[in-house]
């Protein structure tokens, strides 16, 4: 008995986040398990890169998927993405816990349906776009 | 000195690709690697994980962002998204690449801008939609 291919891809840019969180590899860290588990995903790796001057990615590998950030601390800047398979993980609540913890001043989001052909649109209802001001 | 927060995100869902490469761990990271290569993007660090009964997932961290496959064997499929910050790496050419060593039947693909505000959609002339039928 195989999975379904259908899944959920949903991205985030978010600006005007604090450079000194977006440079903090251990906290980031900490922050994507959480949201991993905010979504009711399963880590099963990580991979993480500190840059120089400033900066990190962090990948966690879900038994779903992916769940990614990559941060530019000296633009208050960084670019996450979920993609989890199946229908019973939901990627929007991994992004809406990263809003809430990393506190954008401006958040812009995009979904997208994966694996049932042409890749539509996502409409997520619980859409958060701008949620610190 | 810091980087431009601009990027180029695509992803691709490929169908009716051999169920045998895709269970094929080292193969495929062979080929994500090659991939990198064709981007000219530069391996930082690297993701993999193999399911049971069937599936791979491989994450390549760059030093320009990621590029991630998602394999379902029993279904012929994979999912793949390539995002590269900045304009001198151009993740369209490792989706190509990728087509062509995966060759999958039907090949669909979305672009998105990262890093700029509202995510827009990516128009790229060099888009592949079918190619091996």
Redesign the interface.
């Known amino acids: 008995m195989?999975?379904s291919?259908f899944?959920r891809?949903v991205?985030g840019?978010f600006?005007g986040v604090s450079g000194e969180v977006l440079n903090d590899r251990k906290l980031l860290r900490e922050i994507l398990y959480e949201a991993a588990k905010a979504c009711g995903a399963t880590v099963?790796?990580?991979?993480?890169?500190q840059?120089e001057p400033?900066g990190v990615?962090g990948?966690l590998?879900l038994?779903e998927?992916?769940l990614?950030i990559?941060t530019?601390p000296?633009?208050g800047?960084c670019?996450i993405?979920c993609?989890t398979?199946g229908t019973e993980v939901d990627p929007q609540k991994a992004y809406n816990y990263l809003v809430k913890r990393l506190k954008p001043q401006?958040a812009?989001?995009?979904g997208?349906e994966?694996?049932?052909?042409?890749?539509n649109d996502l409409i997520i209802q619980t859409e958060l776009k701008v949620v610190n001001s």
């Open positions: 195989g999975f291919t899944g891809h991205v840019d600006h099963v790796a990580e991979s993480f890169a840059f400033q990615t990948v590998v038994a998927s992916h990614s990559h530019y000296e633009h800047f670019a993405d993609y398979c401006k812009y989001r995009r997208l994966r694996g049932q052909g042409e890749i």
